[in-house]
Structure formats: C-alpha cells, structure tokens
C-alpha cells in the first residue's frame, strides 16, 4: 500500500487527518519529498529564497487501528530508494559552521546505486530516514523538532534493514516520515546531509513487550537508544539512563553491572546537533545484548 507524497504534514499533530487507515501488520511504502520540499532546483536558488514553512514535510500520517496510547510502534525499514540529484546546502548562521559562512551556497550531488558524488570526492551511499514520527500527545511539534515522538532525530542508523520502536502517544500513532539522505554524516553540522526525495518501504507492526519512554532503533551489529533535549548533554544524559535501564530491566543486571558494561563496550554518538532539540543516541553491540539474552524483536 503506497503513502502518496501529496498528503504532506508539517507538524507531528494529533488532531491531523490521517492519509490511510489501516490495520497491523502492514507494509507501506511512503512516497516523499526532500526537506525543501523541492524548492531548491539549481545552484542558484539558496536558503536566502525558502518559504520556511515549507521546509521538512513529512508524508502522511497513517492511523493503525487498534494502537492504543502506550503501545510501541514496531517500523521495520526494508528498503530506502533516492531519486537524484540530491542537494545540499550551507548559510550564514546556519549549522555549528554558521558564523564561519559569510554567504550561502547551494549544491546538486549526482548519485549512482552505489556510489555519491560531493564536490568530487566519491562516496558511499548510506541512505537513512531524516523525519519519522508519531504524533505526540501533547502540542503539535514542527517535522523539523525531535522529541520522544520521533521526528527530526536524523539519526543514521534509521537506514534499510534496521527497525525503529516508537513509543505511541495518542491513540492510532499517526505515523508520518520524510526527509531522506542518500548519505550522511552524524551530526549533521552543516545543517543539511545529501537531501533527496524518494521512496521508503516498511513494515509495521506493534512491539509491546517493550516498555519505552524515547525511541530504540536496532540494526544487525547494534541497538541504540535515542535521546532528544535541549542540550546535547542532557540528550546524552536521557539516552544512557534508557539504556541503563533496558540493561537492568531485560539483561536483569545491576545499575552498577549495566554502567560497567556500557563504559566498557558502549558508545554515546552524535545524530545531529543543528536543531531546536539535539539528539543523542547510546549505542550497544547487538552480540553483547544477545548473549544477555536481550530480545528486542
């Protein structure tokens, strides 16, 4: 079932109407648009000239039937397709390099099925989801803002064969995404990855064993909670309390076991540090949680 780019959100927002209705499992595949939402087409259109409020839609959102408020979401990412060019950008007071920009810049990045072309240098693709949230219970939140929800987390490890847990928040979830990169580094200093629109396919499905208050992603080599706050300090604070107690909780260690164990084999990492909320994610390897017999899926 497709999820077509033209039912576009740019608030993360309960009272939204939803694109689809439907009920669980389910595989989707969401059409989306870039951050800019196409805005930018050549190298001489800059960020000086964006409607802002049309910056960061996400597609959908989608009600699950029968998800009820503090239910976990379960969004496995099968595939992620990105249409070339992509494009990226720098500004004045844009990004952690902001004050060192005196004036704005635009790029167009052409990919293969492999490989990335950024200012000549090849790279490698890793395509990720940007924007990929629930609506929260409380106040509408802007696609561009990260939170418990979900949302702007820009975190690279959303990418093809990983799975996302959400926490939901209202009844039906209204789960919306965009925002893709063909590749990304983390942290996203320069306020952009390579922006692409394109298409994401998942399956969803609810994980309710699991008790979550932030979101949890998991790929093949790791699992990692996910962090959202005004700081990266106390983004990273969250996440490794989360995965403290995911360590205490389903390993049945102590909080002194689990603190030794994550200092000595963990790893705090930087998703992106340019938004209103910094994000955060403290990241395990996934063989050290399964001979804790740590089951996530």
Do not use: W
Request: hydrophobic letters at 40%.
């Amino acid at each position: 079932m497709i999820v077509k780019s033209d039912n576009l959100v740019y608030n993360m927002d309960k009272e939204s109407k939803p694109a689809l209705s439907v009920s669980l499992p389910i595989q989707l595949t969401y059409e989306t648009l870039d951050c800019f939402e196409g805005q930018l087409k050549t190298e001489t259109d800059t960020l000086e000239n964006l409607n802002f409020d049309r910056v960061n839609p996400a597609t959908g959102p989608v009600y699950f039937e029968n998800v009820k408020a503090g239910n976990v979401l379960k969004i496995k990412i099968a595939d992620i397709r990105c249409k070339s060019p992509g494009i990226m950008v720098a500004a004045p007071d844009a990004g952690i390099l902001g004050k060192m920009v005196t004036k704005p810049q635009t790029i167009l990045v052409p990919f293969t099925r492999d490989s990335v072309n950024v200012l000549g240098i090849s790279l490698p693709q890793n395509p990720m989801v940007g924007v990929i949230g629930v609506a929260p219970a409380g106040d509408a939140i802007n696609c561009g803002t990260p939170g418990s929800h979900g949302g702007n987390m820009d975190n690279t490890m959303i990418s093809p064969n990983s799975t996302l847990y959400l926490p939901v928040q209202v009844d039906g979830a209204l789960l919306a995404m965009g925002d893709l990169h063909v590749c990304m580094g983390d942290g996203e200093i320069m306020v952009s990855g390579v922006e692409v629109a394109g298409e994401v396919d998942v399956t969803v499905d609810t994980a309710n064993h699991l008790n979550l208050k932030n979101p949890l992603i998991a790929t093949e080599q790791a699992i990692a909670t996910i962090a959202s706050a005004d700081t990266l300090d106390i983004a990273l604070d969250i996440a490794t309390a989360d995965m403290a107690n995911l360590l205490v909780e389903l390993g049945h260690m102590t909080i002194n076991e689990a603190g030794m164990l994550m200092s000595a084999c963990g790893n705090a990492q930087i998703c992106q540090a340019v938004d209103p909320q910094k994000t955060v994610r403290f990241s395990m390897p996934k063989d050290v949680m399964t001979r804790l017999k740590i089951k996530i899926d």
